[in-house]
């Protein structure tokens, strides 16, 4: 499996999935938690995306040094916490699973 195909494999399941998930909670707990599934899914497939893009530009390019890496980070980072402001100042509810995994994986990335 080539690179390109897993990150779009990757990225068609993680979509079922929230589909699917977002379907049920709204089903089941209302608009508000099927929103915010499907926001939580959304910013978590474009900043997997954003994350690959970057990750093959430095491989093509040759450039790896670490202040590209802290600087892609830092602004993937800044958009993604925007984002997640924008939702809760609208009044949508992120999954308390999301903000734990991104918080974990923030911890494990440095």
């Given at each position: 499996m080539t690179p390109s195909e897993l990150t779009t494999r990757v990225t068609l399941d993680t979509c079922a999935a929230v589909l699917a998930l977002a379907g049920?909670?709204?089903w089941l707990l209302g608009a508000p938690?099927?929103?915010g599934i499907l926001a939580g899914g959304a910013l978590?497939?474009?900043?997997?995306?954003w994350l690959v893009m970057r990750t093959s530009?430095?491989?093509t390019t040759g450039s790896t040094s670490a202040a590209a890496w802290i600087v892609?980070?830092?602004l993937r980072f800044a958009a993604c916490a925007a984002a997640c402001g924008a939702l809760l100042a609208y009044?949508?509810?992120l999954p308390?699973?999301?903000?734990?995994?991104?918080l974990a994986s923030a911890r494990t990335e440095r």
């Open positions: 049920l909670a709204g938690s099927g929103v978590a497939v474009v900043n997997f995306r530009l430095a491989l892609g980070a830092g009044g949508t509810v308390c699973d999301l903000i734990a995994r991104g």
